[in-house]
């Protein structure tokens, strides 16, 4: 979800069930993505961006930070009163579900989580759609077949991350006038297709 940083891993493997009450949550997988986007913001930051109050967007925060996602930067601090958030981990988040059903409470979290999952993933789509036609913004709708092993299925994975990182990294580096750049989501799927029913 964001840039290598010099001495952090570029992906992170999520095994803690309980970090899946952390961004189950709408409002705060939005922030999480806000921050990485970013590269780290403020609670101002936040809030102006999503259009909540400052006191919701620094909760949110908080809670982010409680379960280990975002952490305090203060060396980028204006001043001792300044907080600046950035996430805990650079790179991709990668959630190994199964080994979260296997702990204490994992079905019920994995559960909650796959459910927002599934709606945030059918209302990306949908507005999408509805977007096509908007002149304010961009948005590309891929829908493609591949004929891959497993091992070259990896390895498309691995190039589309690669460029998504360096893309991230750019944003991050060459900072646009305000108002000027919007963030994006991008949400992608390599399955094997589906099995045709007779």
């Known amino acids: 979800m964001a840039s290598k940083a010099a001495g952090r891993s570029p992906n992170t493997e999520i095994s803690d069930p309980r970090i899946l009450r952390a961004i189950a949550h709408p409002v705060r997988m939005r922030i999480?993505?806000?921050?990485?986007?970013?590269?780290?913001?403020?609670?101002?930051?936040?809030?102006?961006?999503?259009?909540?109050?400052?006191?919701?967007?620094?909760?949110?925060?908080r809670q982010l930070a409680k379960y280990g996602l975002v952490e305090p930067a203060p060396e980028l601090a204006r001043d001792g009163r300044d907080r600046v958030w950035r996430p805990a981990q650079e790179g991709t988040l990668s959630l190994e579900v199964e080994e979260m059903e296997r702990g204490p409470g994992g079905k019920v979290a994995v559960g909650v989580w796959r459910r927002q999952a599934v709606a945030s993933a059918k209302d990306a789509i949908d507005r999408a759609y509805a977007a096509r036609k908007s002149r304010d913004t961009h948005v590309m709708i891929s829908d493609d077949w591949i004929r891959l092993t497993k091992q070259e299925a990896r390895q498309l994975s691995d190039e589309l991350l690669a460029l998504q990182q360096r893309w991230i990294q750019h944003t991050r580096e060459t900072p646009p006038r305000k108002g000027e750049r919007r963030t994006y989501h991008l949400m992608q799927i390599l399955q094997p297709a589906a099995e045709v029913e007779a």
């Open 32 to 61: 999480l993505g806000e921050v990485h986007a970013a590269g780290h913001l403020r609670a101002a930051d936040v809030a102006e961006s999503l259009g909540v109050p400052a006191n919701q967007a620094s909760f949110h925060l």
